[in-house]
């Protein structure tokens, strides 16, 4: 049997499927359309398939399917039309003497929008408005944008252009996860004047130009592995990871249905480490409120809240036994979601 040559449905890559038997097929198929894949596309686009008040727990790796594109956007929760989401105020919760805040959410590294959703929905109930957003390389925007600090701060700013012109800073706050937390000094730093506060979670560790040996090693680590691993093993390995943890607040809804983007790995590598939080948080006028998980990495913690200039209402909060993950863990979600409340409603005037 000679050997028979096939073509990606995405990248057009020419494939082989066999020669006398010898040769691996190099390819894998469409989970839903049955299309031909080269493995780098099956990689990359991968997700584990979900419907509204379907939470399949525990993990499987078994759960995780490929796509082609166009059956990637069709089975993914985020709508490929657009890159943020706005999610309203419940009407019952409006106070009409007071102006609605806005609370603007940037995921983390490799996640999507869809990272803090639920979190979103919950505080809408308390009469509190979300826009959130793809990190440029990640979501929506994973082919079609570069991550960097500056494309990050641009469009933060062309979304609060559009969707916040007539608010006043102190009826926007920013919160950021993880990367959205680290970038998120960087573009508060560049947009301080469109903020009336911060709350930043998973940034207790300095991975900055003046980290620690360990962090820097983690660094350079995280970097190699996300350049050379695909989406889908990197997801696997996630799961790994998630089934040690409490972790189970809309998990597969929040950081596996939308898929995930590690495209850009070592560019978000370089964005994290080219922070200098130290430098950024004295310049900041409006208060910050910081959350951590005990068992995460958190050499800076109380370091990055000496340095508020706002010192009476800055806040660090730890959750015992809470790791990287404690924002998606049921254990804490309400208290997150109450202090955030509060954070909000000391900062009106």
């Known amino acids: ?4 040559t096939l073509q990606c449905t995405d990248c057009e890559a020419k494939l082989v499927r066999s020669c006398f038997g010898l040769v691996k097929a190099r390819f894998e198929n469409c989970s839903k359309c049955q299309n031909i894949l080269c493995l780098k596309c099956a990689g990359d686009q ?7 008040n379907e939470e399949p727990l525990p993990l499987r790796k078994t759960s995780i399917k490929s796509y082609c594109k166009p059956c990637l956007k069709q089975v993914s929760i985020l709508d490929y039309s657009k ?7 419940c009407s019952s919760s409006v106070n009409p003497d007071k102006p609605t805040v806005t609370l603007f959410w940037v995921h983390g590294g490799g996640a999507s929008r869809a990272m803090f959703r639920p979190h979103a929905a919950d505080l809408a109930q308390k009469g509190y408005r979300s826009l959130l957003m793809d990190l440029p390389g990640h979501g929506t925007l994973v082919d079609t944008t570069t991550l960097t600090l500056d494309t990050c701060a641009d469009m933060v700013k062309q979304i609060l252009d559009q969707e916040c012109n007539s608010h006043k800073p102190s009826q926007v706050i920013y919160v950021g996860g993880s990367l959205g937390a680290y970038i998120g000094f960087y573009i508060l730093g560049q947009l301080k004047k469109r903020f009336g506060g911060a709350i930043l979670l998973d940034c207790g560790q300095n991975v900055g130009p003046d980290c620690s040996l360990k962090a820097r090693v983690g660094i350079w680590f995280l970097r190699k592995i996300s350049g050379k691993m695909s989406n889908k093993s990197l997801m696997g390995a996630m799961m790994g990871t998630v089934e ?13 249905a939308g898929g995930m983007f590690f495209q850009q790995g070592p560019a978000l590598c370089d964005c994290m480490h080219a922070v200098a939080p130290a430098t950024i ?43 990287h993950f404690f924002c998606h863990d049921s ?17 009106e005037p």
């Not at 890159?83 to 105020?89: G, R, V």
């Not at 910081?290 to 009476?312: A, H, I, P, Q, T």
């Not at 254990?331 to 900062?347: G, T, W």
């Open 281 to 323: 948080i004295p310049t900041l006028g409006f208060p910050l409120l910081f959350f951590n998980g005990s068992e995460d990495y958190r050499d800076s913690e109380n370091k990055w809240l000496s340095l508020c200039k706002d010192s009476e209402r800055s806040t660090l909060k730890v959750y015992e036994g809470g790791d």
């Open 1 to 4: 049997m000679s050997a028979t």
């Open 331 to 347: 254990r804490f979600v309400d208290d997150i979601l109450h202090r955030m409340d509060k954070f909000v409603q000391a900062l």
């Open 244 to 256: 040690k943890s409490h972790a189970d607040y809309h998990l597969v809804e929040c950081s596996f």
């Open 83 to 89: 890159s943020y989401d706005i999610i309203e105020p």
């Open 46 to 52: 991968a997700l584990v398939p979900y419907q509204e």
